[in-house]
């Protein structure tokens, strides 16, 4: 894929502060937005009254709003109360760092007029309270469907096994991993698909995600140069020198985007099927389940076909004005398309015979806390109507807030219809990453092991890292979705997962050692809490 598409919600990025005194400059560092509706900021003033944050509703619904003012010392002690949201603040200026530390506030605007004598932009004040009303509706969503704290013991995940046979011998399925997709450069001179997955082997992984579609070649593409006989999924997977390479490494978990090459990515599902895409979805779907059930056959690798994030085909972004794309005939359009793939594996695999290898198929979902608040989006008007084995979470709009993380994933397993002969967990981690645009390596690192704590507690059996080398290029800057950086630099990350991967082996082996069996999936994910929980306290 030679660029991902940024979603403003998912990504934000952080106002950039004018210092010049002029009625922009105060526009920008008092981080003033266009005015809410009246009855979404009376909405948030509401969930402000509630939490005791404010008394008088009427004086707020009324003077912080644009071209109104407030009174300098009534915002004071509204600012200090919204920063005890955060944590103790005796006194304002303590709850003014405490704000700017959350992104609430940006500059001295609040030092300088929430007192006594002086007045507030009543548009500033108002985007205080949307902002402090929002983290709050959040953390009360997330209490809602809160799972319990902890590791939490689960039947074992089926579809996510190790497998018997291979070259190789299992030492269970490792849960973290990373992918390679559009990277923006290398470093040897073998085809980009190569390069990445050896560099993704030699750092211990068990599990690698790429794709199979028409944007196969290219400057941003797995190989360099188009192939005149490719025209199938399994003419690229079969007969494809890089690709098939790939797909023989010893990887026991392969993770695929699997576009049909016949229907230049998607058929028009929005608006209906014609015959002929149902056709050749269908066909290209079993046919490379069947190849991959005959040539991998004993080999005890599991494959898992998949797309790109759902919604972003659905709804576009997260803007409020795209909720009407979700239409009804749309949601039923993707909902045939999705399950017409899976009717294409489930086929493949009752008519081929096969044994120590596996093929599953998923959806990719990626916009789960808007539909958590009530609006459209795949998880809330696709997912309850298929018949998918997985789902695929692309989490950034909650990767950063593990408490959040975990409420998501709850609310997509509610959605999700049970699946006869799959056990355990059947909803992972696709995505997540944190771009080094807007982090430390550090910070990178800790947001990342932070995330896979969360989601390993929760039961999570696949967690992907985005990705190894980064793929986002903006104005000719890195945006730094990576693990290994475009000096060859190997950043924190990176060094998490390869000394996780080492340890992890250790453990593995020292349990069958003992025990004369592998750890179960309950045992390894206590294991591998412990083990982050301990990297934490020696790195941070």
Same mark, same amino acid.
């Given at each position: 894929?030679?660029?991902?598409?940024?979603?403003?919600?998912?990504?934000?990025?952080?106002?950039?502060?004018?210092?010049?005194?002029?009625?922009?400059?105060?526009?920008?560092?008092?981080?003033?937005?266009v005015?809410?509706?009246? *009855?979404?900021?009376?909405?948030?003033?509401?969930?402000?009254?509630?939490?005791?944050?404010?008394e008088?509703?009427?004086?707020?619904?009324?003077?912080?709003?644009?071209?109104?003012?407030?009174a300098?010392?009534?915002?004071g002690?509204?600012?200090?109360?919204?920063?005890?949201?955060?944590?103790?603040?005796?006194?304002?200026?303590?709850?003014?760092?405490?704000?700017?530390?959350?992104?609430?506030?940006?500059?001295?605007?609040?030092?300088?007029?929430?007192?006594?004598?002086?007045?507030?932009?009543?548009?500033?004040?108002?985007?205080?309270?949307?902002?402090i009303?929002?983290r709050?509706?959040?953390?009360?969503?997330?209490?809602r469907?809160?799972?319990?704290?902890?590791?939490?013991?689960?039947?074992?995940?089926?579809?996510?096994?190790?497998?018997?046979?291979?070259?190789?011998?299992?030492?269970?399925?490792?849960?973290?991993?990373?992918?390679?997709f559009?990277?923006?450069y290398?470093?040897?001179?073998?085809?980009?698909?190569?390069?990445?997955a050896?560099?993704?082997?030699?750092?211990?992984?068990?599990?690698?995600?790429?794709?199979?579609?028409?944007?196969?070649?290219?400057?941003?593409?797995?190989?360099?140069?188009?192939n005149?006989?490719?025209?199938?999924?399994?003419?690229?997977?079969r007969?494809?020198?890089?690709?098939?390479?790939?797909? *023989?490494?010893?990887?026991?978990?392969?993770?695929?985007?699997?576009?049909?090459?016949?229907?230049?990515?998607?058929?028009?599902?929005?608006?209906?099927?014609?015959?002929?895409?149902?056709?050749?979805?269908?066909?290209?779907i079993?046919?490379?389940?069947?190849?991959?059930?005959?040539?991998y056959?004993?080999?005890?690798k599991?494959?898992?076909?998949?797309?790109?994030e759902?919604d972003?085909?659905?709804?576009?972004s997260?803007?409020?004005?795209?909720?009407?794309r979700?239409?009804?005939?749309?949601?039923?359009g993707?909902?045939?398309?999705?399950?017409?793939?899976?009717?294409?594996?489930?086929?493949?695999?009752?008519?081929?015979?096969h044994?120590?290898?596996?093929?599953?198929?998923?959806?990719?979902?990626?916009?789960?806390w808007?539909?958590?608040?009530?609006?459209?989006?795949?998880?809330?008007?696709?997912?309850?109507?298929?018949?998918? *084995?997985?789902?695929?979470?692309?989490s950034?709009?909650?990767?950063?807030?593990?408490?959040?993380?975990k409420?998501?994933?709850?609310?997509?397993?509610?959605?999700?219809p049970?699946?006869?002969?799959?056990?355990?967990?059947?909803?992972?981690?696709?995505?997540?990453?944190?771009?080094?645009?807007?982090?430390?390596?550090?910070?990178?690192?800790?947001?990342s092991?932070?995330?896979?704590?969360?989601?390993?507690?929760?039961?999570?059996?696949?967690?992907?890292?985005?990705?190894?080398?980064?793929?986002?290029?903006?104005?000719?800057?890195?945006?730094?979705?990576?693990?290994?950086?475009?000096?060859?630099?190997?950043?924190?990350?990176?060094?998490?997962?390869?000394?996780?991967?080492?340890?992890?082996?250790?453990?593995?082996a020292?349990?069958?050692?003992?025990?004369?069996?592998?750890?179960d999936?309950?045992?390894?994910?206590?294991?591998?809490?412990?083990?982050?929980?301990?990297?934490?306290?020696?790195?941070?």
């Amino acid at each position: 894929m030679p660029s991902r598409v940024n979603d403003s919600a998912t990504r934000q990025r952080s106002p950039t502060v004018n210092p010049i005194p002029t009625m922009l400059g105060l526009l920008l560092v008092a981080c003033a937005t266009v005015a809410k509706p009246t *009855d979404q900021h009376a909405s948030h003033v509401a969930v402000l009254a509630k939490a005791g944050i404010v008394e008088d509703s009427g004086y707020w619904n009324t003077h912080a709003v644009p071209g109104q003012t407030c009174a300098g010392e009534r915002v004071g002690g509204l600012l200090l109360r919204c920063g005890r949201v955060f944590g103790p603040a005796g006194d304002l200026p303590a709850a003014l760092v405490l704000l700017r530390k959350r992104k609430v506030t940006w500059n001295d605007y609040w030092v300088e007029n929430a007192k006594a004598g002086r007045t507030c932009r009543g548009e500033y004040v108002g985007t205080v309270i949307r902002l402090i009303g929002t983290r709050l509706a959040d953390q009360e969503l997330a209490r809602r469907h809160a799972p319990p704290e902890g590791v939490i013991p689960l039947p074992e995940p089926s579809a996510f096994a190790s497998l018997p046979g291979g070259r190789f011998p299992s030492w269970g399925n490792a849960v973290i991993g990373t992918q390679t997709f559009g990277v923006s450069y290398q470093f040897t001179e073998q085809p980009k698909l190569v390069e990445t997955a050896l560099a993704i082997q030699q750092m211990g992984a068990s599990v690698i995600k790429f794709q199979l579609s028409h944007r196969y070649f290219g400057e941003r593409g797995n190989i360099p140069e188009r192939n005149g006989a490719i025209r199938t999924l399994v003419d690229l997977a079969r007969d494809e020198p890089a690709h098939r390479q790939v797909l *023989d490494m010893p990887f026991r978990h392969i993770v695929l985007w699997a576009h049909c090459l016949g229907n230049k990515q998607l058929p028009s599902w929005r608006k209906g099927f014609t015959a002929e895409e149902r056709k050749t979805e269908y066909s290209e779907i079993k046919e490379l389940t069947v190849h991959l059930l005959k040539t991998y056959s004993g080999s005890g690798k599991t494959f898992y076909l998949g797309h790109w994030e759902g919604d972003g085909w659905l709804r576009r972004s997260v803007h409020r004005e795209n909720d009407v794309r979700v239409t009804a005939e749309a949601a039923k359009g993707f909902t045939e398309w999705l399950n017409l793939r899976q009717q294409a594996v489930d086929d493949a695999k009752r008519e081929t015979k096969h044994s120590g290898v596996e093929v599953w198929n998923y959806l990719e979902l990626n916009h789960v806390w808007l539909a958590m608040q009530g609006r459209p989006a795949l998880v809330n008007a696709v997912l309850p109507n298929t018949t998918v *084995d997985l789902v695929s979470y692309s989490s950034y709009d909650t990767a950063s807030d593990p408490a959040r993380l975990k409420a998501a994933l709850n609310y997509i397993e509610s959605k999700l219809p049970p699946k006869p002969g799959i056990t355990g967990r059947r909803v992972f981690i696709g995505e997540y990453g944190f771009p080094a645009a807007r982090h430390t390596p550090k910070e990178q690192d800790r947001l990342s092991r932070q995330l896979i704590q969360a989601a390993l507690e929760w039961g999570c059996p696949l967690v992907l890292y985005w990705e190894l080398y980064n793929n986002e290029v903006e104005d000719g800057r890195q945006r730094g979705f990576w693990m290994i950086d475009d000096q060859g630099v190997k950043q924190p990350v990176y060094q998490t997962h390869r000394a996780f991967y080492d340890e992890a082996r250790a453990y593995a082996a020292t349990f069958q050692k003992k025990h004369g069996r592998l750890p179960d999936s309950n045992a390894f994910r206590r294991w591998a809490v412990a083990w982050l929980k301990q990297r934490g306290e020696a790195l941070d």
